[in-house]
């Protein structure tokens, strides 16, 4: 059973930054992905940011590329987030989550492990 652990979140002003750590543990050695997704209230989870295992291949959503940096500490399974230039509208619940298909076709669906989330919320 593949665990993961979200931390970093918290309440920043906008313009601000935060970032977000996901510590996967137990067999993920057949995980080819790492993902994050958010969840705004009222809304449908989204994809954010993905990463390969080995940290190579990268894709992020369009509503946060510039600002945002994903990348992978493969020495301590640790997938981090690091959130720029925060933006009223990136308040959201964010998920890390693990999936076996290739990175371009990753999706809410298409993930099998998914940590608890961590709070975001950007005040103007």
């Known amino acids: 059973q593949v665990q993961l652990v979200e931390s970093g979140g918290g309440l920043v002003q906008a313009g601000g930054s935060l970032r977000l750590s996901c510590a996967a543990s137990?067999?993920?050695?057949?995980?080819?992905?790492m993902a994050w997704f958010r969840q705004a209230p009222g809304l449908e989870r989204e994809f954010v940011a993905a990463?390969?295992?080995?940290?190579?291949?990268?894709r992020y959503a369009e509503s946060v590329k510039g600002r945002f940096t994903v990348s992978k500490d493969n020495a301590r399974n640790t997938v981090l987030l690091q959130m720029n230039s925060l933006k009223p509208d990136d308040t959201a619940v964010y998920f890390c989550?693990?999936?076996?298909?290739?990175?371009?076709?990753?999706?809410?669906?298409?993930?099998?492990?998914w940590g608890q989330g961590t709070q975001v919320t950007v005040s103007s």
């Open positions: 989550a693990t999936s076996t298909y290739d990175i371009m076709s990753v999706s809410v669906t298409r993930c099998d492990y």
């Open positions: 137990g067999p993920t050695g057949s995980r080819y992905v």
């Open positions: 990463v390969s295992w080995g940290g190579g291949t990268i």
